[in-house]
């Protein structure tokens, strides 16, 4: 008996939910959640065959590996990098490892439009004279210091945000495909 992958995704889907939930609230991702996702995305490709195995595996590994980078250079949570890890195993494991980059590029320019949002909602005076300074130095080759500091933000809602765009890309949204 084939487990669906509709079935994969709606308990991705669920998993991302709660972690978003959690990373909001407490600034926290539980280890049960992200480690019982990727169990059930490696338990899914288990149940497909050793192909399936090797790309859920792959994109969990390059995933880990990348994020551990970031994660030790402060960019992104620990959690953050567990749940994406997991949500591209299930990704790499029901479709493809095509989709599992289209996911990681979906979630990176997820979080880059919620950071923006963010960005300028906490700095909505000041903001637009930075930028314009910003702008001005950017075309002579200079970067300004932001003097912002650093603001955490839930990353789960990009992660999220990524996983909804390449089921969606798979259905409603045939145009957002890349492979």
């Known amino acids: 008996m084939e487990i669906p992958v509709s079935w994969l995704f709606g308990v991705v889907f669920l998993g991302c939910i709660l972690a978003t939930i959690y990373d909001v609230s407490m600034r926290r ?20 065959g050793f ?19 970031a994660h030790a250079r402060g960019v992104i949570g620990g959690g953050d990098v567990k749940l994406a890890a997991a949500v591209a195993a299930a990704v790499a494991a029901a479709l493809s490892l ?6 990681v590029l979906y979630t990176l320019v997820s979080g880059g439009v919620l950071a ?19 702008f001005a130095n950017l075309t002579i080759g200079i970067l300004p210091p932001t003097g ?11 992660i999220t945000c990524g996983l909804m765009l390449v089921y969606g890309s798979r259905t409603i949204l045939p145009f957002l495909r890349f492979a």
């Open 98 to 103: 095509p989709a599992a980059l289209a996911f």
């Open 29 to 48: 991702i539980p280890n049960v959640l992200t480690v019982g996702l990727m169990v059930i995305a490696l338990a899914f490709s288990i149940a497909h």
């Open 116 to 134: 923006l949002i963010v960005l300028a909602l906490e700095h909505r005076g000041r903001l637009f004279a930075r930028m314009r300074t910003m």
């Open 51 to 69: 192909e399936s195995v090797a790309r859920s595996f792959g994109a969990m590994s390059v995933v880990l590996i990348l994020g551990s980078f």
């Open 148 to 158: 912002l500091g650093s603001r955490k933000m839930p990353y789960a809602l990009a």
